[in-house]
């Protein structure tokens, strides 16, 4: 099964991306704009991202949502 029509069948949010240029700078560009997102995201959550246990207990409640 495609991931896309997975999430839309358990009605989970997700995102794609169209990238029209494919070369080391945008994929820099990604790479830094996602590590900023989860920084930021982290700390709006008070889960510190660039801890261990926060990041496993995350996986493991994202399994859950996911498989469940």
């Known amino acids: 099964m ?3 029509r997975f999430l839309t069948k ?3 949010p997700f ?3 169209e990238l029209k240029t494919r070369n080391e700078e945008v994929l820099g ?3 830094c704009f996602f590590m900023l997102e989860t920084i930021l995201l982290g700390r709006a959550l008070k889960v510190n ?3 261990q246990p926060s990041v ?3 996986k493991k409640e994202t ?3 996911l498989f469940n």
Do not use: A
């Open 10 to 12: 358990k009605k989970l």
């Open 56 to 58: 496993e207990l995350i």
């Open 2 to 4: 495609q991931l896309k």
């Open 29 to 31: 560009e990604l790479f």
């Open 49 to 51: 991202p660039f801890d």
């Open 63 to 65: 399994k859950k949502i």
């Open 15 to 17: 995102r794609s991306f």
